[in-house]
C-alpha cells in the first residue's frame, strides 16, 4: 500500500466544513419542527370522528412511508417546475424532508396518544374539560413522555438522511465533502472526516436527548 494520507490538504477548506455543518444543523431542527407540526396535525385526523378525515390521513401516512424519500425529493425539486412551482434546493430539501417526516411522526404521535389509558381521558370529560383541553392537558404530556425516545431516534435518523439532499445540489455536509474531494482528490480524507462529524454530531444530540428526558419527564419540579 503506497497511499499517502494527507488529512492536512483538508485545512484550507474548513470553512466549508463549517457552512455544512451549520446547514445540516439548521435543516435538521427546522425540518424537526415542521415535520412534528405535520405530524401531530396528521395524529389527530387519524383519530377524528370524520371518516374522510381518517382516510386523507391514513393515504398521506401510508404514500410517503411507502415511497423512497429520494423520490420524494425529487418531485418536489424537478416534478413541481412542471406546475410552475420552483423551489431552490435548501427549500426543496426542507419541504421534503418535513414532509417525510411529518408521515413517521403522525404514526408515532398516534401510538403515544393510544398509549393513555382511556379512563383518564374520561376523567377529564368527567370534570368538564372539552376534548381540545383534554388532549392538552390530560393526553398531550402522557404521549410525550411515551414516544419521546422514539422520536429523538426519528431526529437522529432525520439528521443523517439530511445527505441525500446533496443529489439536489443542497449545500449541507455531504455536499460540502464532495466539493472538496473535487477539488483535492482526497477521496478517503475528505468522507473520513465527515463521517467523524455526523458521528460528534449524534453523540452530541444523544447526550442532548438524554438530558432533556431527565430533566423533563424524569425529575419534574414538585408543583
Same mark, same amino acid.
Given at each position: 500500500?503506497?497511499?499517502?494520507?494527507?488529512?492536512?490538504?483538508?485545512?484550507?477548506?474548513?470553512?466549508?466544513?463549517?457552512?455544512?455543518?451549520?446547514?445540516?444543523?439548521?435543516?435538521?431542527?427546522?425540518?424537526?419542527?415542521?415535520?412534528?407540526?405535520?405530524?401531530?396535525?396528521?395524529?389527530?385526523?387519524?383519530?377524528?370522528?370524520?371518516?374522510?378525515?381518517?382516510?386523507?390521513?391514513?393515504?398521506?401516512?401510508?404514500?410517503?412511508?411507502?415511497?423512497?424519500?429520494?423520490?420524494?425529493?425529487?418531485?418536489?425539486?424537478?416534478?413541481?417546475?412542471?406546475?410552475?412551482?420552483?423551489?431552490?434546493?435548501?427549500?426543496?430539501?426542507?419541504?421534503?424532508?418535513?414532509?417525510?417526516?411529518?408521515?413517521?411522526?403522525?404514526?408515532?404521535?398516534?401510538?403515544?396518544?393510544?398509549?393513555?389509558?382511556?379512563?383518564?381521558?374520561?376523567?377529564?370529560?368527567?370534570?368538564?374539560?372539552?376534548?381540545?383541553?383534554?388532549?392538552? +392537558?390530560?393526553?398531550?404530556?402522557?404521549?410525550?413522555?411515551?414516544?419521546?425516545?422514539?422520536?429523538?431516534?426519528?431526529?437522529?435518523?432525520?439528521?443523517?438522511?439530511?445527505?441525500?439532499?446533496?443529489?439536489?445540489?443542497?449545500?449541507?455536509?455531504? +455536499?460540502?465533502?464532495?466539493?472538496?474531494?473535487?477539488?483535492?482528490?482526497?477521496?478517503?480524507?475528505?468522507?473520513?472526516?465527515?463521517?467523524?462529524?455526523?458521528?460528534?454530531?449524534?453523540?452530541?444530540?444523544?447526550?442532548?436527548?438524554?438530558?432533556?428526558?431527565?430533566?423533563?419527564?424524569?425529575?419534574?419540579?414538585?408543583?
Amino acid at each position: 500500500m503506497d497511499y499517502s494520507f494527507k488529512f492536512a490538504a483538508l485545512w484550507r477548506y474548513r470553512d466549508e466544513i463549517v457552512e455544512g455543518v451549520l446547514l445540516t444543523l439548521q435543516l435538521s431542527l427546522a425540518t424537526m419542527a415542521l415535520g412534528l407540526v405535520i405530524g401531530l396535525a396528521f395524529a389527530v385526523m387519524r383519530k377524528a370522528p370524520a371518516a374522510w378525515m381518517r382516510a386523507i390521513a391514513r393515504g398521506y401516512v401510508e404514500a410517503i412511508r411507502n415511497t423512497p424519500l429520494l423520490v420524494q425529493l425529487f418531485i418536489v425539486f424537478y416534478g413541481l417546475p412542471s406546475v410552475g412551482i420552483r423551489l431552490p434546493a435548501n427549500e426543496a430539501a426542507l419541504i421534503a424532508l418535513a414532509v417525510n417526516l411529518g408521515a413517521y411522526s403522525a404514526e408515532i404521535f398516534r401510538a403515544g396518544i393510544e398509549s393513555v389509558r382511556v379512563s383518564q381521558v374520561e376523567a377529564g370529560r368527567s370534570l368538564g374539560l372539552t376534548a381540545g383541553q383534554t388532549f392538552f +392537558h390530560v393526553v398531550l404530556f402522557q404521549a410525550m413522555k411515551a414516544i419521546y425516545p422514539a422520536m429523538a431516534s426519528q431526529f437522529i435518523l432525520l439528521m443523517l438522511a439530511t445527505s441525500i439532499v446533496s443529489s439536489i445540489g443542497a449545500t449541507e455536509l455531504f +455536499h460540502q465533502a464532495a466539493f472538496i474531494e473535487s477539488r483535492t482528490y482526497r477521496s478517503f480524507e475528505a468522507y473520513a472526516l465527515i463521517t467523524v462529524v455526523y458521528l460528534g454530531l449524534t453523540l452530541v444530540f444523544r447526550a442532548f436527548f438524554s438530558t432533556v428526558y431527565w430533566a423533563v419527564f424524569v425529575r419534574r419540579p414538585a408543583r
